[in-house]
């Protein structure tokens, strides 16, 4: 059995995460527990997370951005990356490593400043692109292996939540951005 690469320590971890300024999430499996469900007319449905959308708007409410990369394409993404301000949504893009660069250029962000969470194989390369490179807890074996940090949490429960709050700690930001959201004016601006 091949030994597996190190995982980061703590402080290491803590300087990956500090250096983050946009968050990027891969749709089925990250912000979803990866099911899709089939309707008679043939329409997709998935199920996305309220605290994972608490997350995203956190991480916006401290000034990080948040972007989407999916290799699917559909409107029920493109509605739900709306409703949490996400700012870009890259949809149908089953080359996510060129999919990633194009977020960069978009974006004008450097990769050491994007956290990727994935979930699957296809995220290997994006995640070895990134300078912090997350995944849910029941991502496949092979991201595991390669990410420097693993959510407890799994995909669409909590996962995407629980990178956002690595980041708001590292920078020490999370507290505020707790106390923040209690004010009733931010709590109005947001739908979850
Ligand atoms: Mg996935």
Redesign the pocket.
């Known amino acids: 059995m091949t030994e597996l690469p190190p995982k980061p320590n703590r402080d290491e971890l803590t300087e990956r995460a500090s250096r983050v300024r946009v968050l990027v999430f ?5 912000l979803t527990d ?1 099911g899709l469900y089939y309707g008679d007319g043939g329409e997709v449905m998935k199920r996305f997370d309220v605290k994972d959308g608490h997350g995203l708007v956190m991480a916006r409410h401290a000034g990080l951005r948040t972007a989407i990369l999916t290799a699917r394409s559909s409107s029920i993404v493109e509605t739900r990356g709306r409703e949490l301000g996400v700012s870009l949504i890259l949809q149908g893009r089953k080359d996510k490593t060129a999919g990633f660069r194009e977020l960069l250029t978009q974006l004008s962000v450097a990769p050491e400043e994007c956290a990727y969470m ?3 194989v ?2 290997l390369g994006p995640l070895g692109l990134a300078g912090l490179s997350a995944c849910p807890a029941d991502a496949a074996p092979e991201v595991r292996q390669e990410v420097h940090y693993i959510a407890r949490n799994r995909g669409g429960h909590g996962a995407a939540r629980e990178l956002v709050e690595l980041c708001l700690r590292a920078t020490g930001q999370w507290e505020a951005t707790v106390q923040h959201m209690k004010a009733p004016e931010a709590l109005q601006a947001v739908k979850l």
Not at 26 to 30: A, E, I, L, P, T
Request: proline share 0%.
């Open positions: 891969d749709v089925d499996g990250v990866g994935g979930d699957d296809n995220d």
